[in-house]
């Protein structure tokens, strides 16, 4: 009888989770439905003051049926994040920016590359590929359409990206070229060298890796050139997605990065080299937080991540301050000052964000 009853209750189970997953595509055709009528009206993708209310919506009925309230805003917040992204693909692909146009990606073989290809195509894009990785007859059209191309986007680490623009001094591509580098020092030159002789030069740093589908909670910081039109065309890619657009002078990025990166980097690196050599058989929070943030971090490209450092004169300063840190940190700890220690603590919480949730 307890085993009958057992099947009933499974069977109930497993209707009611192939009718949450009918509900949840239901909903996402009605979500593209929202989409097509926001693109008509020219209403932004994104309404924050609507998301709030669906999630406090949920998180009002499951209280009322007994339910964690954290399940349904999750719940909720992954259909509005699936949401979201079919919103700005379509976006993307409806606002044919790219129709009749063509873009050459050099290093379009590289992850970010591949990225950068995979956007523009769905603008309308005809994009080839420039990469010593690439097929022959992918990397000949690519030769051929990049002296005409609309866009040459350049995906290759800065001392290579002024390479190139270098040995196009002599003969420029008449389209739009742009980088996505993470440094823009090496780069200041050879653009004002290009800008000379009439190229016209933007330059661009998605702050995201190329794993990302969504651009709702990315910035892309758009470094203004000099080149008031080139710049406008490159911001105009994004304008169709929910990513957040950042300007910033050609002249301040790498003053910026020298702490979104060279610091954040540092630090990861140094937490790794800092772990025992074999694992132990428990784990807090926030060890589990930092391991999984050094391990993605060591794991990236080494020639990409010693650039961001060493080439980029701000990066040392940025290091430094980690490294007086951990000595006061250090010092504090050896001194047994239980003051000294909580004074770093309270200096800690006015230079970071407030946390809802402690670890």
Known sequence: MAEENLDNVRERIRQIDLELVAHAAERSRLVKQVGEIKRRKNIATV???????VLERARA???QHGLDPNVAQ???????????TAQDQDSLKFSAAGVGKSAVIVGGAGR??????RFLSAQGFQVGSLDPAGTTE???WSRDALHGADFVVCSTPPAATAQLYASWIAHPPKGIVVDIASIKTPLIEPIRALQKIGAHVASIHPMFGPSIVLLRDADVVICDTGDADATEA????????TA???RLPLADHDRVMADLLSLAHATAIA???ALPQSEHPVRSTTFLALETLAAAVVRESPDVYYEIQARNPFSGAAVERLRAAIDRVAAAIASKDSAAFAQLMGEGQTRTPRTQRNS
Do not use: C
């Not at 924050?48 to 209310?53: F, G, I, P």
């Open 61 to 63: 009925a499951a209280e």
């Open 47 to 53: 309404d924050y003051s609507q998301e709030r209310a």
């Open 271 to 273: 937490f790794s080299l």
């Open 74 to 84: 999750d719940l909720l917040a992954r259909l509005i994040h699936a949401s979201v």
């Open 138 to 140: 992918e990397n000949q």
């Open 244 to 246: 957040n657009i950042v």
């Open 112 to 117: 970010m590359g591949k990225w950068m290809s």
């Open 234 to 241: 490159v911001e105009k890619l994004f304008k169709p997605t």
